[in-house]
């Protein structure tokens, strides 16, 4: 079940995570709509009720809301765009320099979420 090559492995991943974010929601889980909800152990379980809260993971200066603020600029234009905007467009408020948006971008680079091609980037074709 799991993908081996790399390439696969993050689109999986990706597409896994996405499941969790609009369908398998731990508040508001939408089974109905889960193309895997039969081989779900959550269901098979009888669908138990969380008896501790869910813990808030902290998201505001983190990596993941560089690489959100970078998805967001290239999924909002249709063709390449500069490196240098790009790295902007992660670059987050509080941050003292670009080194975070710079690991942000290398990290959606090593995931197959982005392409750089020289001094462009774009989502992969």
């Given at each position: 079940m799991w993908p081996s090559e790399d390439a696969a492995a993050s689109a999986?991943?990706?597409?896994?995570?996405?499941?969790?974010?609009?369908?398998?929601?731990?508040r508001?889980?939408?089974?109905?709509?889960?193309?895997?909800?039969?081989?779900?152990?959550w269901r098979d379980a009888g669908s138990p009720v969380r008896e501790q809260p869910l813990a808030r993971q902290r998201y505001v200066g983190t990596d993941r809301q560089?690489?959100?603020r970078i998805l967001d600029l290239l999924r909002e234009t249709s063709s390449p765009q500069p490196l240098e905007r790009v790295i902007a467009a992660g670059r987050l408020p509080q941050a003292a320099d670009d080194?975070?948006?710079?690991?942000?971008?290398?990290?959606?680079?090593?995931?197959h979420l982005v392409?750089?091609?020289?001094e462009r980037v774009s989502l992969p074709r």
């Open positions: 999986w991943t990706a597409q896994v995570m996405e499941l969790g974010a609009l369908v398998c929601r731990a508001t889980p939408e089974c109905s709509r889960c193309p895997v909800e039969a081989w779900c152990a560089a690489r959100g080194s975070q948006a710079r690991r942000a971008l290398l990290a959606l680079e090593r995931d392409t750089i091609e020289g």
